[in-house]
C-alpha cells in the first residue's frame, strides 16, 4: 500500500515538472526591437505613441458598446463605419486659403 501511494506521489511529481517544462517553451517573447523582423512603425513620445505618415487604413477597431457597432481607424485620417445594415467612411481633411489646387 505505500508502495503505490509513493509512486503516486512520483507521478504527480512528473507531471507536474513535464508540464512547468511545456509552459515555459510556450511563454510569449517580447516584441523588442532585438527580436522584431520588422521595424516598429510607432515610438513612444512623452505618454502617447506616435507614427509620422502612416499607411496603413483601418488598421484599428474600436468597438461600440453591446451591439454590432465598430469604427475601423487607421494611420490616415479616414474612418469606417460599420453598422447593422448601414455604414460608410468618414474622410477628414484641411482646407486652407493658400492651398490651390
Excluded: C, H, Q
Aim: charged share 20%; aromatic share 10%; net charge positive.
Amino acid at each position: 500500500m505505500r508502495r503505490s501511494a509513493k509512486l503516486v506521489g512520483v507521478a504527480i511529481v512528473a507531471i507536474i515538472a513535464v508540464g512547468s517544462l511545456a509552459s515555459n517553451a510556450f511563454a510569449a517573447t517580447p516584441l523588442l526591437l532585438s527580436n522584431v523582423e520588422r521595424p516598429l512603425r510607432y515610438r513612444p513620445e512623452g505618454r502617447d505613441f506616435v507614427i509620422e505618415n502612416g499607411s496603413e487604413f483601418f488598421n484599428r477597431p474600436l468597438y461600440g458598446s453591446n451591439t454590432a457597432f465598430r469604427v475601423d481607424a487607421g494611420d490616415r485620417p479616414e474612418l469606417s463605419l460599420y453598422l447593422p445594415g448601414r455604414g460608410g467612411n468618414v474622410r477628414f481633411g484641411v482646407a486652407t486659403t493658400s492651398f490651390a489646387a
